[in-house]
């Protein structure tokens, strides 16, 4: 297959089985919110109808004048098994920047749980500072001595590399990074492949709990190894970038909970529990120029998040409790 003249800017995402609803929603919102350029999704299994009709016999799905969608199978992990899609991050990225979009400046990747709610511009004018990258929820403040970084130096020591200090930890759901500054992808790469090679994790697991604490998130712990690891400038925004508190449009994270095609709205209000705001907005963004429910399965979903906020209005209680 090759490369066209793909603009400025692409952005990759990785789906399965029912996580193409998550493309749709993100596809969406970055319509709305003025995104020109290409959509990579990479993806394993059988493509969804949807996909399939909106792709015919082309190449490359035109979905606005501006917007186009190209699906491409994902390959084997270097070990030539079959990993989990979140492990597969740095290489995708590789295969995207190399293969399918050699003439893009920028290259974001997003979880397709994510929608944005800010322009677009504003994505274009934070990447030219650096590599973009989101504080986690978990060990937000993360100090430059933290106990799991003497481990992560560790492994970027037989790696070969130094290591930078710095603070905080940041979220592997979502990266904008310039092709010169690609070098962040190799060394992420390079130390996901050591990292399942020293292991004897499973890498086709997301979570890796029998293993060590510093490890467990595997691409996001690596990812945060390979910005110390490398020299290449990045540029923070807060974990409220992502929707947790204190709001901030700009994009909403639904990490929290079942995904918001799985889950149960009402059940989990009873339980104190109603959607937060990326739940809401993911429905916001399922309407728009791409479609994956049909009509009245949307029409049920917004009733039921609709009715989980009321019930939330008397029954609440902390997300420490869930």
């Given at each position: 297959?090759?490369?066209?003249?793909?603009?400025?800017?692409?952005?990759?995402?990785?789906?399965?089985?029912?996580?193409?609803?998550?493309?749709?929603?993100?596809?969406?919102?970055?319509?709305?919110?003025?995104?020109?350029?290409?959509?990579?999704?990479?993806?394993?299994?059988?493509?969804?109808?949807?996909?399939?009709?909106?792709?015919?016999?082309?190449?490359?799905?035109?979905?606005?004048?501006?917007?186009?969608?190209?699906?491409?199978?994902?390959?084997?992990?270097?070990?030539?098994?079959?990993?989990?899609?979140?492990?597969?991050?740095?290489?995708?990225?590789?295969?995207?920047?190399?293969?399918?979009?050699?003439?893009?400046?920028?290259?974001?990747?997003?979880?397709?749980?994510?929608?944005?709610?800010?322009?677009?511009?504003?994505?274009?004018?934070?990447v030219k500072h650096g590599v973009v990258v989101v504080q986690d929820m978990a060990e937000t403040a993360m100090p430059a001595n933290h106990a799991?970084?003497?481990?992560?130096?560790?492994?970027?020591?037989?790696?070969?590399?130094?290591?930078?200090?710095?603070?905080?930890?940041?979220?592997?759901?979502?990266?904008?990074?310039?092709?010169e500054n690609l070098a962040l992808r190799d060394i992420w790469a390079e130390l996901i492949t050591l990292f399942a090679t020293e292991s004897s994790i499973d890498m086709a697991r997301m979570l890796a709990n029998e293993g060590r604490p510093e490890f467990v998130?595997?691409?996001?712990?690596?990812?945060?190894?390979?910005?110390?690891?490398?020299?290449?400038?990045?540029?923070?925004?807060?974990?409220?970038?992502?929707?947790?508190?204190?709001?901030?449009?700009?994009?909403?994270?639904?990490?929290?909970?079942?995904?918001?095609?799985?889950?149960?709205?009402?059940?989990?209000?009873?339980?104190?529990?109603?959607?937060?705001?990326?739940?809401?907005?993911?429905?916001?963004?399922?309407?728009?120029?791409?479609?994956?429910?049909?009509?009245?399965?949307?029409?049920?979903?917004?009733?039921?998040?609709?009715?989980?906020?009321?019930?939330?209005?008397?029954?609440?209680?902390?997300?420490?409790?869930?």
């Open positions: 297959m090759s490369a066209t003249n793909d603009g400025s800017s692409v952005v990759c995402v990785l789906a399965e089985r029912s996580y193409f609803h998550g493309v749709v929603a993100l596809t969406n919102s970055l319509i709305s919110k003025g995104f020109s350029g290409q959509i990579l999704v990479g993806y394993r299994g059988f493509l969804p109808h949807w996909a399939m009709t909106l792709q015919g016999q082309a190449a490359l799905a035109q979905i606005t004048n501006d917007v186009t969608m190209r699906f491409v199978p994902v390959g084997p992990a270097p070990d030539g098994s079959e990993w989990n899609l979140s492990n597969m991050k740095p290489y995708f990225l590789r295969q995207a920047a190399t293969q399918y979009c050699p003439n893009a400046d920028a290259i974001f990747y997003f979880d397709v749980d994510i929608v944005i709610e800010c322009a677009w511009s504003h994505y274009m004018r934070w799991y970084r003497n481990e992560w130096r560790a492994l970027a020591t037989r790696a070969g590399y130094s290591c930078r200090d710095f603070g905080g930890y940041f979220n592997g759901g979502f990266l904008g990074i310039l092709r998130r595997m691409d996001q712990d690596l990812l945060n190894v390979a910005l110390m690891a490398s020299r290449v400038p990045f540029s923070v925004l807060g974990r409220e970038a992502m929707g947790c508190f204190p709001k901030q449009d700009i994009m909403y994270h639904a990490m929290i909970f079942a995904k918001p095609w799985q889950r149960n709205y009402i059940l989990d209000a009873l339980k104190g529990l109603p959607p937060d705001i990326a739940h809401q907005g993911f429905w916001r963004h399922t309407y728009g120029p791409v479609q994956s429910f049909p009509a009245s399965t949307l029409r049920r979903k917004r009733l039921a998040v609709r009715i989980a906020r009321w019930i939330g209005l008397v029954r609440r209680r902390a997300v420490a409790d869930w």
